[in-house]
């Protein structure tokens, strides 16, 4: 593979550390298992892996982590 290829050009959620509390719901409930906790808290380390379904977003008790993003599909 690539080592060049560290990063992704689609939209990816946004974890803002200074409200996450580590609860570690992102983790546990993300259907991908996209997210992982780190010591510093959750980081996305699987981007291939996700599929913006917002899960996260959704649960997220503290409203760290955000898919700001609205994905829409259009038929051609
Ligand atoms: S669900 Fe929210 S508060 Fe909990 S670990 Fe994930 S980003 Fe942090
Ligand atoms: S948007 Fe969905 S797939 Fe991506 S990290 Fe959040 S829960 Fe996982």
Redesign the pocket.
Known sequence: MDSEALTVDWA??EINLALCDKCGA?VE???????EMTPAGPV?ARPE?????????AFCPQGA?T?SYEIVWEEV
């Open positions: 990816l959620p992102c409930l993300c259907p991908t298992g996209a997210v996305i892996d996700c599929t913006y379904c917002a899960t996260c977003d982590i898919c």
